[in-house]
């Protein structure tokens, strides 16, 4: 029984090392492959520009102001190239097309990446543009990172009336 099984035991790693030969240069083949399709990703992730948008949201209007990394003008859109209606200048959808048509010469000239920067008015932050402006600015770039640079008041001059305050 011993002599049966080494002939088994041998016939079995035969089988095994011509099926090992067989799948072999295949199995390397694909490798290869896959190998060249990851090296393609990462250049193609590689390439493109990356840029600033300026979001300026108040509680009138929505101005989206794309830059280079330079400071150099790329395209600068605001709420009333969209719509002549004055009241619907700061609207989330009016700040959406601002946003769509901000985008299209950076994407044209390969910008991929941005950097955000929103600001709003002092005292009262943001606009209700500021959020779908920058919804719609990701779904055309890579969007790095999102910064509120919205100042903070400290203190700020007295107001007027004095200690007793205003009285109407």
């Known amino acids: ?62 101005i989206v102001h794309v830059t280079d990394l330079a400071g150099n003008t790329i395209s600068r859109v605001s709420g009333g190239m969209i719509t002549k209606h004055s009241r619907l200048k700061a609207n989330p959808t009016i700040a959406m097309f601002v946003a769509k048509r901000a985008s299209e010469r950076p994407v044209d000239l390969g910008f991929t990446k941005l950097y955000v920067r929103i600001k709003g008015k002092t005292r009262f932050g943001t606009g209700p543009g500021a959020n779908s402006a920058v919804k719609n600015l990701g779904k055309s770039f890579d969007l790095i990172s999102i910064l509120d640079t919205t100042k903070v008041p400290r203190g700020g001059p007295k107001k007027k009336g004095g200690r007793r305050g205003r009285r109407v």
């Open 1 to 62: 029984m011993t002599e049966e099984t080494k002939e088994k035991k041998q016939a079995k790693k035969e089988k095994e090392e011509t099926a090992e030969e067989k799948v072999t240069p295949q199995k390397e083949e694909a490798k290869e492959e896959l190998r060249e399709e990851k090296k393609e990703t990462r250049e193609k992730k590689k390439e493109g520009k990356t840029g600033i948008a300026y979001i300026s949201s108040s509680s009138n209007n929505t």
